[in-house]
């Protein structure tokens, strides 16, 4: 049983984990659980659980955080009527039958391949937020038809791969098919609740041998407590941010600072 101090500086962590996600969420439309992840790996890490189905915990966890996330940010960028209720109707199915896949695969994989995965992803996430151009199109709206119903299970699985909400791929989507970034923004909320809600339930299935303690199949129920109490209270005034700010310069530093983040989750792996 790790010692009082380490629990301590544990609680205060994911304290300020969760106050840091629930405002990326608001205003950047990432998804807290991109930086929820690797801080959740850390700390089960430190505290000595480090089994072979640790990132599937992390992961279950932080989408089971994004849950309450989204609903918060999806109510709050609502009342600025920025949520594109057409895409989710259109999109919701297919990001949802993605995420059930993802949920499938993933619970079947060692740690150390998730590990490697996000470290990926992350990257490319990492790449196109620093370097990506606002003016860059695919089309000048939504993809219907065959193109939606290949994109849409895709968004939804790689997301669960990930842990996160449906802003680090749904954002960059929409935008590349002339969707607002404000607009984007809101309704990739939306993404997120599609997401994590049946992957979620998935999760909660998994049974996680050596599981830290109130676990409850792969989602650890003090980290869920401790991170959403700060990410409700943090995700309105992303949303606020986002709407009174230029986010351009703060996403470069995120983009920097996720880039970093999957070459140490990469370093890990090989490493380990």
């Known amino acids: 049983m790790p010692d009082t101090t380490l629990l301590l500086q544990m609680l205060v962590l994911l304290l300020v984990i969760g106050a840091f996600a629930g405002v990326l969420a608001g205003l950047l439309g990432v998804g807290g659980g991109i930086v929820l992840v690797p801080?959740?790996?850390?700390?089960?890490?430190?505290?000595?659980?480090?089994?072979?189905?640790?990132?599937?915990?992390?992961?279950?966890?932080?989408?089971?955080?994004?849950?309450v996330t989204s609903v918060r940010s999806v109510l709050s960028h609502n009342k600025k009527g920025a949520v594109d209720w057409d895409i989710?109707?259109?999109?919701?199915?297919?990001?949802?039958?993605?995420?059930?896949?993802?949920?499938?695969?993933a619970s079947s994989m060692r740690s150390n391949t998730l590990?490697?995965?996000?470290?990926?992803?992350?990257?490319?996430?990492?790449?196109?937020?620093?370097?990506?151009?606002a003016e860059w199109r695919l089309g000048d709206a939504m993809p219907g038809g065959?193109?939606?119903?290949?994109?849409s299970p895709m968004v939804g699985f790689l997301s669960v791969l990930m842990g996160i909400g449906g802003g680090s791929f749904g954002v960059p989507l929409m935008s590349l098919y002339n969707t607002p970034i404000h607009r984007a923004v809101a309704t990739a909320a939306g993404f997120g609740i599609i997401i994590a809600v049946p992957s979620v339930i998935g999760f909660l299935l998994m049974t996680i041998a050596g599981a830290p303690p109130f676990t409850v199949g792969a989602v650890n129920l003090p980290a869920f407590a401790l991170t959403i109490t700060m990410t409700l209270m943090t995700a309105p005034v992303g949303v606020k941010l986002a709407?009174?700010?230029?986010?351009?310069?703060?996403?470069?530093?995120?983009?920097?600072?996720?880039?970093f983040v999957a070459l140490n989750m990469l370093r890990k792996v090989l490493m380990g």
């Open 243 to 259: 709407h009174s700010m230029d986010a351009r310069p703060l996403k470069r530093f995120f983009a920097i600072f996720i880039t």
């Open 39 to 67: 801080a959740f790996f850390y700390a089960f890490q430190t505290l000595g659980y480090d089994g072979p189905q640790l990132m599937q915990l992390c992961l279950a966890t932080s989408l089971a955080t994004i849950i």
């Open 88 to 105: 989710l109707r259109r999109w919701g199915p297919g990001i949802a039958l993605g995420a059930i896949a993802g949920v499938m695969v």
């Open 115 to 133: 590990q490697a995965l996000f470290g990926v992803l992350g990257m490319v996430i990492g790449l196109y937020l620093g370097l990506g151009r």
């Open 146 to 151: 065959l193109r939606r119903a290949v994109i």
